[in-house]
C-alpha cells in the first residue's frame, strides 16, 4: 500500500512540473490540488492497467522500431488521461513530447525517493 502510495504521489507531482516546464500539456484554468491528485491517480491506474496491454499489442511494431513506439504508447496514455481529468493535452506531438518529458521527470523523481525493501 505503501509503494502504491509513494508512486501515486511522484505521478501527480511529475505532472504537475511537466505542466509547469512544457505549455503543450497543461491543466485547466482553476485547478487545484484535487485535480492535480485525480490525474496523478488516472495516470497510475493507466500506467498499470491499460500500458502493458498496449505494449503487448503493439510489440511487432515496438520490436521494427527497435522500441521507440513505446514513446507513442506513452503519448496515447498522456491523452487518456487527458480525455479523463482536468488535464489538457494540446495535440499529438504535444503529447509525445509530454510523455518524453514525464518519463524523464518520473525517472528523477524516483532516483530520489528510493524504496528500500
Known amino acids: ?6 508512486r501515486w504521489v511522484l505521478n501527480t507531482i511529475a505532472l504537475w512540473v511537466v505542466s509547469q516546464i512544457y505549455p503543450g500539456v497543461s491543466f485547466r484554468a ?39 513506439f513505446t ?6 496514455i ?6 479523463l481529468t482536468p488535464l489538457d493535452v494540446h495535440g499529438p506531438f504535444a503529447a509525445l513530447i509530454g510523455a518524453v518529458l514525464l518519463s524523464i521527470v518520473s525517472f528523477g523523481l524516483s532516483l530520489l525517493v528510493r524504496e528500500k525493501g
Open 1 to 6: 500500500m505503501r509503494h502504491f502510495l509513494v
Open 30 to 68: 482553476g485547478a487545484g490540488l484535487a485535480d492535480f491528485l485525480l490525474a496523478g491517480l488516472v495516470l497510475g491506474l493507466a500506467n498499470a492497467l491499460i500500458r502493458p496491454i498496449l505494449l503487448f499489442i503493439t510489440l511487432p511494431l515496438n520490436l521494427l522500431t527497435l522500441g521507440l
Open 71 to 76: 514513446f507513442v504508447v506513452n503519448a496515447l
Open 78 to 83: 498522456l491523452y487518456l488521461v487527458a480525455a
